[in-house]
């Protein structure tokens, strides 16, 4: 999902942890928290959320939607990657940012998406993007109950590999049940990963709650 830096709302993550009244930022690592208002632009002509580039967040985060809706990648966009990844001449480090790009944005991939791409890797040419393909998909699967699974068509080394890269927080996240406590380290781009997609299942929420809201203000009104 591409956000432009013109026009900007504010984004509140609602189930605030009982330890401190809103989400809260320690940006030098030093135990200092300070109370943070999430800002994302709601204009598709930007690659880059307005967020610190690093820092500790923490806050809770109730969900009320899932993944099932998410829009998924089409077979234009499998076939665009496909041939970025059989480019004649490409480099190992044009490739892997290939696949960066592919997984930008706020589609989703079936895991059978993901399991044709990785065919298109051999395991004993292709080690790092394959690591690279299954890290960025990790929650961005429409049916992240198999994410596990995901890693399991990676060989043991590669698999290892991921696990170190996404971290605790990354691999316990999944976006159909989002709900918890989270405290995540915004240098560290898998945990920024999962930050970005509760700021991207809260907006989708935000309709919702806003009909849930004059709802209860016209029945109250009665």
């Not at 208002?37 to 809770?60: A, C, N, R, Y």
């Not at 665009?80 to 589609?107: K, Q, V, Y």
């Not at 990676?154 to 976006?175: D, H, S």
Request: net charge negative; charged share 30%.
């Amino acid at each position: 999902m591409h956000f432009g830096l013109t026009d900007r709302v504010w984004i509140y993550i609602f189930l605030k942890p009982t330890h401190c009244a809103a989400p809260r930022l320690d940006k030098w690592y030093d135990g200092t928290w300070t109370n943070y208002q999430i800002v994302v632009p709601t204009q598709p002509d930007e690659d880059e959320w307005v967020m610190p580039p690093k820092g500790l967040i923490e806050f809770s985060f109730a969900s009320l939607v899932s993944s099932e809706n998410s829009g998924v990648m089409d077979e234009k966009e499998i076939e665009w990657l496909h041939n970025e990844l059989n480019t004649p001449g490409s480099t190992e480090r044009d490739r892997i940012g290939a696949i960066r790009a592919f997984c930008e944005g706020d589609n989703f991939l079936r895991f059978e998406q993901v399991q044709e791409i990785l065919n298109m890797l051999p395991e004993d040419s292709r080690t790092l993007e394959r690591c690279e393909l299954v890290k960025q998909c990790f929650s961005r699967l429409t049916e992240p109950e198999r994410a596990i699974e995901m890693l399991y068509l990676l060989t043991i080394n590669e698999r290892k590999q991921v696990e170190k890269k996404l971290g605790v927080q990354a691999m316990a996240f999944t976006k159909n049940n989002a709900t918890g406590k989270y405290k995540l380290d915004l240098s560290k781009k898998p945990e920024r990963d999962v930050c970005l997609r509760l700021i991207e299942i809260n907006t989708a929420q935000q309709e919702l709650l806003q009909k849930m809201d004059n709802y209860y203000a016209s029945r109250k009104g009665n």
